[in-house]
């Protein structure tokens, strides 16, 4: 068997009266039906739109409060 050509069919039509589109529809089937790579991975919520970040951080307190208050965390 190569890479190129396997060696026997994959799906055989026994059906003579079978009409080109019944056969498409079982292609479409069987295809869709082994292209499954399992469950999809989480959607990831962006950080933006985390709910932490509507809520306000406390103000620093004591002496350097006012300059710490616009540091970065």
Same mark, same amino acid.
Request: charged share 20%; net charge positive.
């Given at each position: 068997m190569?890479?190129?050509?396997?060696?026997a069919?994959?799906?055989k039509v026994?059906?003579?009266?079978?009409?080109?589109?019944e056969i498409?529809?079982?292609?479409?089937?069987?295809s869709a039906?082994? /292209?499954?790579?399992?469950a999809?991975?989480?959607?990831?919520?962006?950080?933006? /739109?985390?709910p932490?970040r509507?809520?306000?951080?406390p103000l620093?307190?004591?002496?350097g409060?006012?300059r710490? /208050? /616009?540091?970065p965390?």
């Amino acid at each position: 068997m190569t890479a190129d050509k396997p060696d026997a069919p994959l799906l055989k039509v026994v059906n003579t009266d079978a009409t080109p589109e019944e056969i498409a529809a079982l292609v479409a089937v069987f295809s869709a039906l082994g /292209s499954s790579t399992g469950a999809p991975a989480p959607r990831r919520t962006p950080e933006w /739109s985390q709910p932490a970040r509507r809520v306000r951080t406390p103000l620093a307190h004591g002496p350097g409060g006012w300059r710490a /208050s /616009s540091l970065p965390r």
